[in-house]
């Protein structure tokens, strides 16, 4: 009698433990393929970043609410999309600028072709 409960018991243990073991394995392969979706949204967000404004702000418009900026390292890609590639000494990327009056647009290579030093003051006109 105490040999066949001790073997009742260990097939119990034995399918309890089976079980476990399909519900890890179930766990781990949705885990991966999560995973695996998260770094497909990764590559896909930075890969948008790394576009023109318009596009990104398309791409953007069409993503529901905060959901990149919860799920994905939202401001951590930005600024690695956005950084630049600027070192000291470098010249300035070439850019127009529209006038606060609107009547022209002003070109800084026809500025620093002059060989005139040239300086941006970022401000409030408000």
């Given at each position: 009698?105490?040999?066949?409960?001790?073997?009742?018991?260990?097939?119990?243990?034995?399918?309890?433990?089976?079980?476990?073991?399909?519900?890890?394995?179930?766990?781990?392969?949705?885990?991966?393929?999560?995973?695996?979706l998260?770094?497909?949204?990764?590559?896909?967000?930075?890969?948008?970043?790394?576009?023109?404004?318009?596009?990104?702000?398309?791409?953007?418009?069409?993503?529901?609410?905060?959901?990149?900026?919860?799920?994905?390292?939202?401001?951590?890609?930005?600024m690695?999309?956005?950084?630049?590639?600027?070192?000291?000494?470098?010249?300035?990327?070439?850019?127009?600028?529209?006038?606060?009056?609107?009547?022209?647009?002003?070109?800084?290579s026809?500025?620093?072709?002059?060989?005139?030093?040239?300086?941006?003051?970022?401000?409030?006109?408000?």
């Amino acid at each position: 009698m105490n040999f066949q409960f001790s073997a009742l018991w260990n097939r119990a243990w034995w399918n309890r433990a089976l079980r476990n073991r399909v519900l890890w394995k179930k766990i781990g392969v949705t885990a991966g393929v999560l995973a695996v979706l998260w770094l497909i949204g990764c590559a896909f967000l930075y890969h948008t970043m790394l576009q023109p404004p318009e596009k990104f702000g398309r791409v953007m418009a069409k993503l529901p609410g905060p959901v990149p900026f919860l799920i994905f390292p939202f401001e951590t890609m930005w600024m690695r999309a956005r950084a630049g590639h600027l070192s000291v000494g470098d010249h300035a990327p070439d850019f127009v600028l529209t006038e606060l009056d609107k009547s022209t647009q002003v070109q800084l290579s026809s500025l620093t072709a002059q060989k005139r030093p040239v300086v941006l003051i970022f401000g409030s006109y408000t």
